[in-house]
């Protein structure tokens, strides 16, 4: 296989493996363009690279920057703006914990919250009472985990997820 061939591979698999992340398909291939640029690339580039249009170039790379997995990048004597990828992968990780934390569990959690007030007056309404409570718990529990595998350090990751594999 070729590099151009590799790279083509990645940027269409990281496409698609974005969709699980709660992203778009083309906002992954930009990731993923970028994590493999050797410099900061312009919109420009990322559109003629990617085969999209400027519009959805520019959408995109907005939307990553808002997710904290691209920043711009200023370029002396240069008018456009430039983009990188952070390449940290622990980094990475973090970020799409922290956007899918913001876009999924907290929602649920305030949903949870809601219908908490509901009272156990049945057996039907008893059953929807404990098992929204099972929920929240369980809710409780993951948001707990996520905020501290996003306030981690490295290390502590690593060791707790090979202490979990042992």
Known sequence: MTYT??????IQ????????WGINRTMAQ????LLLAPESLSAEEIRD???ISMGNANM??????????????????????????EKEMLEIVKKIIQQRKKKELEPLTKIL????????????????VNMMNEIKLF???TDILLDRISTSDSN???GTFLSLIK
Not at 13 to 20: E, F, K, Y
Not at 30 to 33: G, N, P, Q
Not at 60 to 85: H, M, Q
Not at 113 to 124: N, P, Q, R, T, Y
């Open 5 to 10: 061939e590799g790279k083509d591979k990645f």
């Open 13 to 20: 698999s990281w496409g698609t493996l974005g969709s699980n």
């Open 30 to 33: 930009i990731h993923a363009l």
């Open 49 to 51: 690279e990617l085969q």
């Open 60 to 85: 995109n790379l907005r939307a990553l920057i808002d997710w904290g997995l691209v920043y711009k990048k200023l370029k002396t004597g240069e008018r456009k703006d430039f983009f990188v990828a």
């Open 113 to 128: 919250d809601e219908l908490s007030a509901v009272k156990a007056e049945d057996k039907e309404s008893a059953e929807f």
């Open 139 to 141: 809710s409780s529990k």
């Open 156 to 158: 502590w990751l690593f």
